[in-house]
């Protein structure tokens, strides 16, 4: 297994590894490869977090950090670190690829000096890994009532004490919403698969 940043050259094949991990997962056909594809020429891409894992040659597991933005309760507004999508291809899901490269990029974040990072995903999956409620930390997403909590918006602390003054409202980067329109032509330019609407889709 070699961990190491992905380059120009892997990036048709990265996104064809997105596209087969989220395909019908949560909804018909998927748009994180297109997601992905947007992220790495916009300004709010951390290069520095890009990695991938390779087995055996191939290309089986990926992920992307961003730089979301928070408004502060104090005043002002600051970058707050994210990440996602993270891929893993189905046949070599399940084997722990997904949660080496998540551990490891974690640690390479707090290398970087970056106080903490936000997700949307499963309490459950994400506690292994020290995510906790964002609301523990009066961090909540834009727009949501504070008064009700929101289980799946999640924050890692990696600097207790520069993560003090990170009190606020956060906001995903534009280029993590889809023009479905877009997105369906960009799918275009890979091999054809059958879109299903599955039990447990969220949408």
């Known amino acids: ?39 790495r020429g916009d300004a709010c891409f951390v290069p520095e977090l890009d990695y991938l894992i390779e087995e055996n040659g191939i290309i089986v597991a990926h992920i992307a950090y961003a730089k979301g933005e928070l408004a502060l309760d104090t005043g002002g507004r600051t970058e707050q670190l994210l990440f996602g999508p993270v891929s893993v291809l189905p046949s070599y899901q399940n084997r722990g690829f997904g949660s080496r490269l998540i551990r490891f990029t974690l640690n390479r974040a707090a290398e970087l000096g970056f106080p903490s990072v ?7 999956y994400y506690r292994r890994f020290g995510f906790e409620p964002a609301s523990r930390y009066g961090i909540f997403y834009a727009g949501a009532d504070r008064t009700v909590e929101r289980p799946y918006f999640l924050v890692k602390i990696l600097d207790p004490q520069a993560a003090e003054a990170l009190r606020g409202c956060y906001t995903d980067p534009a280029c993590y919403f889809v023009d ?24």
């Open 1 to 39: 297994m070699i961990i190491r940043p992905e380059t120009e050259k892997d990036y048709h094949a990265v996104e064809n590894l997105t596209r087969e991990a989220f395909w019908n997962r949560y909804r018909p056909g998927c748009t994180e490869h297109f997601i992905l594809h947007n992220l």
């Open 118 to 124: 936000v997700i949307t995903g499963s309490p459950e």
């Open 180 to 203: 479905e329109a877009a997105a369906e032509e960009f799918d275009r330019s890979f091999p054809p698969k059958i879109k299903e609407r599955l039990p447990g889709q969220l949408e």
